[in-house]
């Protein structure tokens, strides 16, 4: 996936780019987004801490829901904290709050809320373990947590487009943090360890969205962190060369509504112990 410095919790929007249109990455959500919401089933009086929030959009969601409780939303991008205050200023949310924090070390109100949710934010952790029992200190006790997260990267057909294209048809080796949490032997033992029960994953197979076009899709997809460090493997000719094959990769996957690829990703539950 992308991402573009290394950094300590979890990342904006997934590691999307912070440059990019603030509306890019919930619209490359559209499919997935109302599984994750559906899945989160907000009640009107919790309290919800969404974890890795990006520019806030399920958070507000969550808010929305939530009438009679509230919702804080934390990143570590100072520049999605402010775009997510806004939007939820020009939505006329009262009940909803956006904090720039580490979720992996900042010190939340323990026992302070009912559930704690991230979509796509929650695989960026230094030390998964930690993240998640600071995570836990702060849910009440049963409190839910719901995460989404990507299966593996042979299992997400933008990745494996991505990889060939940018390495001459081959897969290259090593493997992208976006994708720390698709075991779920090892993500369980995460979960366990921090002190949450009744883990379960359900299987989601929805598309993303990568832009109206073929151009759109490919100034989108060259803003990933996993696009940029492939790029940067390679000499001027053969970057060229790997960009062609990217946009014709594009191309194959453009229908009358837009550019689309295969992705599969978890909804992980669990409760606190």
Not at 34 to 46: E, G, I, K, N, T
Not at 194 to 200: E, L, Q, R, S, T
Not at 227 to 256: F, Q, V, W, Y
Request: charged share 25%.
């Amino acid at each position: 996936m992308s991402g573009s410095d290394k950094v300590v919790g979890a990342r904006h929007a997934s590691g999307r780019p912070e440059s990019a249109d603030p509306s890019g990455y919930d619209s490359e959500l559209k499919r997935l987004d109302p599984v994750f919401r559906r899945a989160c089933a907000v009640q009107a009086s919790d309290r919800v801490l969404d974890v890795g929030c990006g520019t806030g959009q399920t958070t507000r969601a969550a808010a929305r829901s939530a009438q009679e409780g509230s919702a804080l939303g934390v990143d570590i991008s100072t520049a999605a904290i402010e775009r997510a205050r806004g939007l939820a200023v020009a939505e006329g949310l009262s009940n909803v709050a956006f904090e720039r924090a580490d979720a992996q070390v900042h010190p939340f109100r323990q026992e302070s809320f009912d559930l704690a949710i991230s979509r796509f934010g929650s695989m960026f952790f230094d030390d998964a373990t930690a993240a998640f029992t600071n995570v836990r200190r702060a849910l009440r006790p049963s409190g839910r947590l719901v995460l989404m997260v990507w299966q593996a990267g042979e299992r997400n057909e933008w990745d494996v487009a991505i990889r060939r294209s940018l390495s001459g048809g081959s897969e290259p080796g090593g493997t992208s943090e976006a994708f720390s949490l698709a075991d779920p032997s090892r993500t369980s033992r995460f979960l366990a360890a921090a002190g949450f029960v009744d883990i379960a994953f359900a299987d989601v197979d929805e598309p993303v969205f990568y832009g109206r076009d073929v151009p759109a899709a490919l100034a989108w997809v060259r803003g990933f962190t996993c696009t940029s460090e492939l790029l940067h493997r390679l000499d001027p000719d053969e970057a060229e060369r790997g960009l062609i094959r990217l946009r014709e990769a594009l191309s194959e996957h453009l229908r009358d509504d837009g550019v689309w690829f295969g992705a599969r990703s978890w909804i992980v539950s669990a409760r606190r112990g």
